[in-house]
T-cell receptor
Framework: AQSVTQLGSHVSVSEGALVLLRCNYS??????LFWYVQYPNQGLQLLLK??????LVKGINGFEAEFKKSETSFHLTKPSAHMSDAAEYFC???????????FGTGTKLQVIP | EADIYQTPRYLVIGTGKKITLECSQT?????MYWYQQDPGMELHLIHY???????EKGDLSSESTVSRIRTEHFPLTLESARPSHTSQYLC??????????FGSGTRLTVV
């Protein structure tokens, strides 16, 4: 069975500081991994996805994530936080060919001026 | 420009009323999904469809029903709303087993 664990339901960073949002997954087969962002009163928007190609994946808005099989991790990073990055971020996993996606509980990112 | 549309965005309704949440997409995706989202909780899959006339219940037990008569349309119906149904409902679609496109959601309050 597939599952996702996001460490930290709330993360605060200063504007200009590094953003690091943690995600660990469990999957019995090679996974597809995703990060989504949700702004207030909106649906989820895809930030980036890993589908067994390059282990370092670049997404929109300057975010990137690295797939580390040995650590079963897919952490999301951004070198310099902007105020507009304040939102909730969801990690998700789909087992190859399974066709259903399991989402984590989300991490709310606060950016302090 | 949104490719998947949910209406209404907000709905306050009395207990016992029948309601239908609408979801339409213009991308021609075969796969569509309904998720329930509550604060601090993971998104729960309540219904999904892999094509016309195909519907399945998801991982979370739900008293709602869905239909898929047309590829682009995937409405969700609650026959008798209860306060426990108060939540945000998100509709999504996908082409393959990869990334989903989400609608903006319907925030339902049952009083």
């Amino acid at each position: 069975a597939q599952s996702v664990t996001q460490l930290g339901s709330h993360v605060s960073v200063s504007e200009g500081a590094l953003v690091l949002l943690r995600c660990n997954y469990s999957s019995s087969v090679p996974p597809y991994l995703f990060w989504y962002v949700q702004y207030p009163n909106q649906g989820l928007q895809l930030l980036l996805k890993y589908t067994s190609a390059a282990t370092l994946v670049k997404g929109i808005n300057g975010f990137e994530a690295e797939f580390k099989k040995s650590e079963t991790s897919f952490h999301l990073t951004k070198p310099s936080a902007h105020m507009s990055d304040a939102a909730e971020y969801f990690c998700a996993v789909s087992e190859t060919g399974y066709q259903k996606v399991t989402f984590g509980t989300g991490t709310k990112l606060q950016v302090i001026p | 420009e949104a490719d998947i549309y949910q209406t209404p965005r907000y709905l306050v309704i009395g207990t016992g009323k029948k309601i239908t949440l609408e979801c339409s997409q213009t991308m021609g995706h075969d796969k569509m999904y309904w998720y329930q989202q509550d604060p601090g909780m993971e998104l729960h899959l309540i219904h999904y469809s892999y094509g016309v006339n195909s519907t399945e219940k998801g991982d979370l037990s739900s008293e709602s029903t869905v239909s898929r008569i047309r590829t682009e349309h995937f409405p969700l119906t609650l026959e008798s709303a209860r306060p426990s149904h108060t939540s945000q409902y998100l509709c999504a679609s996908s082409e393959y087993e990869e990334s989903y496109t989400f609608g903006s959601g319907t925030r339902l309050t049952v009083v």
